[in-house]
């Protein structure tokens, strides 16, 4: 049974689902009028989200089917951590496994090294990176991935947000704060 323990904000946790990559809490607190509150919370190892350029000046652009929303989505390419995996080792796996490019330089991201991507929902911390000087090599998707890989110009990336086409919240924050960092610097 959960039940709150006090009314200073401490939380009560039951697990409900064990996942392979991540967890589903309920959370059990004493709301503001002394009831007891559930809501259920995604336990998450962490992510990374990498903005790979290549020489010439494009993006590299990922267009993934999305179980989740049973559709095609334009995005950048990430991914989540494994359990003590340092987020540079994982935005260089993610990069190699989703794009089937290596980078020689793979540094935070200026302006936003780090965010919590949907705190309402999850504890997921998400790392961002710029990854340059790309190498390619081969794809190496995992089972359950399916995913076309689309190196665009700026400007079609940018006419793509524009229209519509790239709607996934955590390509559209990094591809802006690039662009705000390129302007400051």
């Known amino acids: 049974m959960c039940v709150p323990t006090n009314f200073d904000g401490t939380v009560r946790r039951e697990l409900l689902h064990r996942g392979s990559k991540f967890d589903i809490e309920t959370l059990c607190f004493t709301g503001n009028r002394g009831e007891t509150l559930k809501r259920e919370c995604i336990r998450h190892p962490g992510s990374v989200i990498v903005l790979p350029l290549l020489p010439d000046g494009r993006v590299v652009l990922i267009r993934n089917w999305r ?3 049973e559709s095609w989505i334009w995005e950048l390419p990430a991914g ?14 993610e990069l190699g496994e ?6 020689a330089s793979v540094a935070p991201l200026p302006g936003l090294p780090r965010f919590y991507p949907a705190p309402g929902l999850t ?3 998400m790392h961002a990176f710029v990854a340059t000087d790309l190498t390619p090599l081969q794809q190496r998707l995992e089972d359950d991935e399916r995913i076309e890989v689309h ?4 400007q079609v990336l940018e006419q793509m947000i524009v229209n519509g086409d790239i709607i996934d919240a955590k390509t559209l924050l990094v591809w802006f704060t ?5 302007r400051s610097s």
């Open 151 to 154: 190196p665009v110009p700026v």
């Open 123 to 125: 504890d997921e911390l």
């Open 98 to 103: 989703e794009t089937g490019f290596a980078a």
């Open 67 to 69: 179980l989740s929303t």
């Open 80 to 93: 989540t951590m494994t359990k003590g995996e340092p987020p540079k080792t994982c935005a260089k796996r």
């Open 178 to 182: 690039w662009k705000r960092s390129r």
